[in-house]
DNA sequence: TAGATTGTTAATCGATTAACAATC
DNA sequence: TAGATTGTTAATCGATTAACAATC
């Protein structure tokens, strides 16, 4: 009984791809599915999967497997997506709008709840519905709202700034999508979204040969 | 000397991050950096950049560091940086069209050489000046511009089936922002952009306290 | 029941860190 | 020279895989 055992966060990043595929397979109809066969639709092994899911419980049947929908929604449930998300966006330029508008994720509750910029021409303007705000506002509003989560997306050279007014402003969670490594302090989780550096680890490997 | 061992991937994926964070360095001027320093920038310990760089040769200078420019040119080098590269775009929706508009691609030797979508009403339309063309027309394409890598911006259901295309007319890297993990042959190198899963790996952290 | 598959422990593998001789 | 820092080896740490008793 590992319950009680912080998890190792690689088994945490693994999760959410677990939970993706038991969606597929709930709407594929399927309604039991083994470590086997889950782990051969994302390429992870079996034993990966009985392993990772061990840290957070007992969900399978042994001869039988998993099942799917009940298997979901307690992984939902531990991460936390049983209840939806609400986000700051800072950042209202091409990239910030891309965001806004992007559907996936209001359908996986990650509710984009306020906009910031620090341009006073895009201060006013809307964006999806949602007015952008100036960024000396991110204090207030982001207190107001209960909000422990946010989006960068600035320039690299006004990234620290704004993840520091953000960690001071008591946001716990940070997806960066601003190519620089952000400095914070213990207990403030960071991610980025770098597709540069990405298709930069892939050329190595076409330049070799 | 271990410059002829195949080096780790997480060591590969390291790579980019180096080479910006140098990038950053010889902008604001500074000519010397040692691992102690570089590593402070970007949150890996000193040792871990000396051994990394161990893999693909000697860079530095004892009591001195590595001369940035230099360690920067190696390492651009190594990664195959030294050259531009050719990438098809599959899918022109909204996704599609941020990324060939995504200044940071082209900067840094990403160019969209080609665009494809499978819908008849957006082939022929043309997208931050490239002409979207059928996908259908991918194998003749890739083959004639020499395509290696190619990015997948279509949605999850659609992916599999690109990829295998892509695979069959020779590329051997994709990008893909297709919430779908896929399925390649050996020597096929894929990465995913994948921002739901991301948060959602971070929602776990804040539920939890 | 017999066959299948889990959850878990132990073995293996790989990556990170520490330490230090070499040397600028 | 003395101080600093590399490149590398060995030690440590952590993650993955294999194996199997438990049990559906």
């Given at each position: ?186 207990g403030v989780w960071v991610r980025y979204i ?16």
């Amino acid at each position: 009984m590992s319950r009680t055992i912080t998890p190792p966060d690689v088994v945490v990043r693994r999760l959410p791809l677990y939970a993706r595929s038991l969606r597929y397979l709930l709407r594929e109809g399927v309604n039991s599915v083994s470590s086997q066969e889950l782990g051969e639709r994302i390429n992870v092994t079996a034993a990966q999967i009985r392993k990772d899911l061990s840290y957070f419980g007992e969900f399978g049947k042994q001869g039988i497997g998993y099942d799917v929908e009940r298997l979901l929604e307690q992984i939902e449930q531990i991460l936390g997506l049983d209840r939806a998300w609400a986000v700051a966006l800072v950042g209202a330029g091409h990239l910030g709008e891309a965001i806004v508008r992007y559907e996936g994720f209001r359908a996986q509750g990650i509710h984009i709840a306020a906009i910031f910029d620090a341009s006073p021409d895009k201060v006013g303007h809307s964006v999806g519905g949602i007015e952008i705000q100036h960024s000396t506002s991110i204090p207030t509003v982001v207190a107001q709202r209960g909000i422990e989560m946010a989006i960068i997306a600035v320039p690299a050279d006004r990234a620290q700034e704004v993840a520091d007014v953000l960690v001071k402003a008591n946001v716990r969670a940070i997806l960066s999508y601003a190519p620089t490594v952000l400095q914070v302090p213990d207990g403030v989780w960071v991610r980025y979204i770098d597709p540069i550096s990405v298709i930069h680890s892939m050329t190595f490997y076409l330049a070799r040969d």
